[in-house]
């Protein structure tokens, strides 16, 4: 196929990838560097279809191969017809990258930043969306995988989990659970040729999520960081390329911050 971007080596050739959350931002992002390795690419998406298209539509423009699939990930029925689904097109599932997330404001004054004000039910929301939409993806590619006897599945985490700078209760205990669960699985899985990884990064120029941040605060994080640059989403989503292709064959059970080294867990 033909690099939309020349910068990206081949690393995924052949590969078949779902990418949950996939319509916009970094999961967006992730899919499209995915297809320009060399991956065939399934961009999950919940609500946003003209956004998914949208995603696919440059992806194929680009060379690449790629289709849109609407799944609550938070229903492991229609995870599980999405994975069938991209085995019927693609013949296999090589990659998982868990990167859905329930609908989230970051307002550092919301009641949810207080132990005294945040309810059962913030918590709820954030451990359906994040936790258990991540046990029903890897339910669901599973049976595919281990037939295969390979397989990589990449948790999308944050670095608020080591180091609460806002106090998240509810969306960063949701991410947190997702480092006991990417161990559990390597330790489980690791048999069958599974390799299970968390990447967790920081605040991203720009997503979504940080549409809304000045540059004085980018510029502020950049001079608290090693490496005196924010992280920027296609950085990020290099580093997820990494941990999906054969270069991190030896790595599993690891949860690991990409935030050019601003928290060292």
Not at 69 to 97: F, N
Not at 112 to 123: D, N, P, Q, R
Not at 149 to 162: E, P, R
Not at 206 to 212: E, I, V
């Amino acid at each position: 196929m033909t690099q939309s971007n020349p910068l990206i080596p081949a690393l995924l050739t052949d590969k078949v990838a779902i990418v949950t959350g996939a319509s916009r931002g970094l999961g967006a992002q992730i899919a499209e560097q995915m297809a320009a390795a060399g991956a065939r690419v399934c961009v999950n998406y919940l609500n946003s279809k003209g956004a998914a298209d949208q995603v696919v539509a440059g992806i194929i423009a680009a060379g690449g191969q790629a289709f849109a699939y609407q799944a609550d990930v938070s229903d492991l029925a229609q995870m599980q017809a999405l994975a069938a689904e991209v085995v019927a097109r693609y013949g296999r599932i090589d990659i998982l990258v868990n990167n859905a997330l329930p609908s989230y404001q970051f307002n550092p004054s919301a009641d949810y930043t207080s132990i005294e004000t945040v309810k059962w039910a913030h918590f709820s929301q954030q451990l359906d969306g994040i936790v258990k939409g991540a046990v029903n993806s890897v339910q669901a590619v599973l049976p595919q995988m281990k037939t295969q006897k390979m397989g990589k599945i990449i948790n999308i985490s944050t670095n608020l989990v080591y180091n609460p700078v806002v106090t998240y209760y509810d969306y960063t205990t949701a991410k947190s659970a997702l480092i006991g669960l990417t161990r559990n699985l390597a330790a489980e899985l690791g048999q069958y040729g599974i390799r299970v990884n968390l990447l967790a990064g920081g605040l991203l120029q720009t997503t979504d999520a940080s549409r809304l941040t000045t540059e004085e605060v980018f510029d502020y994080i950049a001079t608290t960081t090693p490496l005196r640059q924010a992280t920027s989403v296609a950085d990020f989503a290099n580093s997820v390329l990494l941990m999906a292709s054969d270069l991190s064959l030896a790595i599993t059970g690891q949860s690991i911050a990409v935030d050019g080294g601003l928290t060292m867990p």
